[in-house]
């Protein structure tokens, strides 16, 4: 079936420092790729998105590149804040009458100053 | 989140009463899910909507039922709460974009059964 697996956490880097948060799908055909941003007490919000592959979503400093080829999405920034804080999921969709979303387990990011 | 609401935003309830749970939407959005979120799970879905009176069931339905009567509204039934039901609720909707345009999510219930 399908499904996505992310990186553990917690990851904790200081500020200004190179985030990568690895996720990896399993999926027939070409679903659409997401990463979502839970800040503390709020819901999901969606932070960037890819369609097909080789696209990039990109969105506030951060990247993900659809690579079909590895099955990957992985999300990057190059300089991170402390306001970066937050639970980061990956998600993919399907499409069709399977077009609801599977999430990854999250990955929590804390940023020290 | 702008367009959608949930409430209560937080309750406690005792084991083996009734909870409700209500997702309301400004967005005329077709699709409406409920999902649980659990330490070490992620977001699991529980039930979702694809219009008034359809719905289905997701990957941890057990326990849960849902009604939708009006396109705006969308509610989450615990019959017979359970201390394993213990968690944070999100609603989200979507539009006919949904493969490629993601959900909006609300700002989420915490229910504590005791």
């Known amino acids: 079936g399908n499904s996505v697996t992310q990186m553990e956490g917690p990851v904790t880097l200081s500020e200004e420092a190179f985030l990568t948060i690895n996720c990896t799908y399993t999926?027939?055909?070409?679903?659409?790729l997401f990463w979502y941003v839970q800040y503390p007490g709020e819901g999901l919000q969606l932070l960037l998105k890819?369609?097909?592959?080789?696209d990039k979503g990109s969105n506030k400093g951060f990247e993900a590149t659809y690579r079909k080829e590895t099955t990957s999405f992985h999300l990057e920034k190059g300089s991170v804040q402390v306001s970066d804080s937050a639970v980061y999921f990956c998600?993919?969709?399907?499409?069709?009458?399977?077009?609801?979303?599977?999430f990854g387990k999250g990955t929590k990011l804390s940023v020290k100053p | 989140d702008a367009g959608i609401t949930q409430s209560p935003r937080h309750k406690v309830t005792e084991t083996g009463t009734p909870v409700t749970l209500r997702c309301h939407q400004t967005?005329?959005?077709?699709?409406m899910y409920w999902y649980r979120q659990d330490p070490g799970h992620g977001l699991r879905l529980i039930h979702y909507?694809?219009?008034?009176?359809?719905?289905d069931k997701g990957e941890v339905s057990d326990g849960y039922s849902v009604s939708r009567s009006k396109t705006e509204d969308f509610l989450l039934t615990l019959e017979s709460a359970t201390s394993s039901q213990t968690s944070v609720y999100f609603c989200?909707?979507?539009?006919?974009?949904?493969?490629?345009?993601?959900?909006?999510f609300g700002s989420g219930t915490r229910l504590t059964v005791v």
């Open positions: 989200a909707i979507s539009g006919r974009d949904r493969e490629t345009g993601g959900y909006t």
């Open positions: 998600a993919l969709s399907k499409g069709g009458s399977q077009g609801n979303l599977i």
């Open positions: 967005e005329n959005h077709r699709y």
């Open positions: 909507s694809y219009g008034v009176k359809d719905t």
């Open positions: 890819a369609t097909k592959a080789d």
């Open positions: 999926a027939t055909g070409y679903p659409s």
